[in-house]
Nanobody, 126 residues
């Protein structure tokens, strides 16, 4: 059984930074992509936004809104993915979720993912 566990998050002021961490464990996880999505306040699960993708070969891709502010990286030994959030703005506040699928290349659709973490809160104050 694949398990997804996030850590990090918290509250920062506008322009600040946070680092989120995601550890994926379980059968076959090393050959799967890992992605980060976020759910903004008042939005439904199906409206989660793609933040970053880390494919099984280490290739990283980002959601259009990121514009160079966020960086995803992978620790190959532990199969842990980090998401560094820089220059945070109040509109970045929300719950950030780590997820993995059975594919090597991360799909962009929320419904393509079967394993999700519990989510972690990010609050940016002005």
């Amino acid at each position: 059984q694949v398990q997804v566990q996030e850590s990090g998050g918290g509250s920062v002021q506008t322009g600040g930074s946070l680092t989120l961490s995601c550890l994926v464990s379980g059968s076959g996880y090393r050959s799967q992509c890992i992605a980060w999505f976020r759910q903004l306040p008042g939005r439904a699960r199906r409206e989660r936004e793609a933040v970053a993708f880390v494919d099984a070969d280490g290739t990283t891709r980002y959601g259009d809104f990121v514009k160079g502010r966020f960086t995803a990286s992978k620790d190959g030994i532990e199969n842990r993915v980090y998401l560094r959030l820089n220059n945070l703005q109040p509109e970045d506040s929300g719950d950030y979720y780590c997820t993995t699928s059975g594919m090597r290349r991360c799909p962009r659709e929320v419904d393509a993912y079967g394993y999700w973490g519990q989510g972690i809160g990010v609050t940016v104050t002005s």
